[in-house]
């Protein structure tokens, strides 16, 4: 403290004349200060001299050792149980438990920061993503195999598949491989405990999809005989099937937290247990519903009864023996069309062969065979 200003501060305390407006200017102090010191001598004496904190009496933010106690031990028990540990899963298990007072979600994060459990990074500008999800329940399923590893060694092949609208966990399955009769076998078992869905979405995997090959996968057939329509992503997009393969990242998660398993049966046995813990444990991207609770919260959908067919067209060269390749057959059109380019018309396994406008074939795939061998039809003139 200015001792000019000590000895001022007094002098108008004891009644001596002070001009302070004066004082004031040529000290550069602000008048309110001059005569709230002023007063804080009359009331103290010197002691009024002595800064006052400036802390607030009371801290509405703060919390007790315990509710920091009850956070670091929630995100351990979340840790070891391979689930997401974040500050808004850790404020849900505090809920779930009864912690009183419960912490907001800003005060688990700066009670992370405070004990190094986490390291704050600057502020970014969010990304804007659209979301997109299905109206209903059972409206999109998507599916995709994940690899995974058995203790000795031996790749295995797990396949989720995920309802679009509740991310509901319908099936993980086990595999050898993602192969099409193990993918179908997968979706059977959740047609049993699901119903059908509408459609089936999925990469461009051999076991998926044809569609980008000029094909049908066998597994697109037999969603088709169901009515089901089999769509899948663009090439090289996979955020198409993201809400799949964000999937993946919290079973990886999750299986690192348990003993590997020796065989594909107990493989089998973790998804089962994981399928259980997944669907009923809150979501984020579900505003803290389950995915149990958001899937049961709408009337599911179904699709019609009218069988669906996929279609499309491709082009494929004519061999010198005047054959094509198509959708795993060999489909002969006669040597009179060698060396020519066929464009192949297809719904399901119809199929027609256009050559310069001419029909050079035209057929329904016999799928107990490959060869597709010509009977009677004999091939137009070429033009």
């Not at 007790?64 to 689930?83: D, I, T, Y």
């Not at 996979?238 to 003993?259: D, F, V």
């Not at 057959?329 to 380019?341: D, E, K, Q």
Request: net charge positive.
């Amino acid at each position: 403290m200015d001792p000019e200003f000590v000895a001022a501060v007094a002098q108008v305390a004891a009644g001596e004349k002070v001009n302070i407006a004066r004082f004031c200017r040529e000290h550069g102090v602000s008048r309110s200060v001059f005569h709230k010191y002023l007063a804080r001598f009359r009331a103290e004496g010197v002691d009024g001299f002595t800064r006052r904190s400036t802390a607030p009496h009371h801290h509405p933010r703060a919390l007790g050792a315990g509710v920091a106690e009850a956070v670091l031990r929630a995100r351990k028990e979340l840790a070891g149980e391979g689930l997401d540990n974040g500050p808004i899963s850790i404020r849900w298990r505090l809920e779930d438990t009864g912690v009183t007072p419960l912490p907001s979600q800003s005060a688990v994060y700066r009670i992370l920061c405070e004990h190094g459990q986490i390291v704050p990074e600057p502020r970014k500008k969010p990304r804007t993503r659209r979301r997109f999800e299905y109206a209903d329940p059972n409206g999109c399923w998507q599916i995709d195999g994940m690899e995974h590893y058995l203790a000795d060694g031996t790749k295995v092949c797990i396949i989720q598949i995920l309802d679009d609208h509740s991310r509901l966990d319908v099936g993980s399955y086990a595999a050898a491989s993602e192969n099409g009769a193990d993918t179908w076998t997968a979706l059977q078992h959740a047609f049993a405990g699901y119903g059908l869905p509408v459609k089936v979405l999925s990469d461009n995997g051999l076991a998926f999809s044809g569609k980008h090959r000029g094909r049908t996968a066998e597994l697109e057939r037999h969603l088709a005989e169901r009515g089901v329509a089999a769509i899948a992503s663009s090439v090289y997009h996979p955020q198409t099937c993201g809400k799949n393969e964000r999937s993946h990242q919290t079973l990886q998660k999750w299986l690192r937290a348990r003993p590997t398993p020796t065989t594909v049966p107990e493989m089998q046995q973790l998804l089962d247990e994981y399928r259980t813990i997944y669907n009923h444990r809150r979501h984020q991207s579900l505003d803290g519903e389950t995915p149990q609770q958001r899937y049961d919260a709408t009337p599911k959908t179904a699709p019609s009864t009218a069988a669906h067919r996929p279609s499309g067209v491709t082009t494929r060269p004519v061999s010198t023996t005047g054959v094509i390749a198509f959708s795993g057959c060999s489909i002969v059109l006669g040597r009179a069309w060698a060396g020519h380019t066929a464009t192949v018309y297809w719904q399901g396994d119809r199929v027609t062969v256009m050559i310069n406008n001419t029909v050079a074939r035209h057929l329904t795939l016999d799928r107990s065979v490959r060869y597709q061998p010509l009977t009677s039809h004999k091939p137009s003139t070429k033009s």
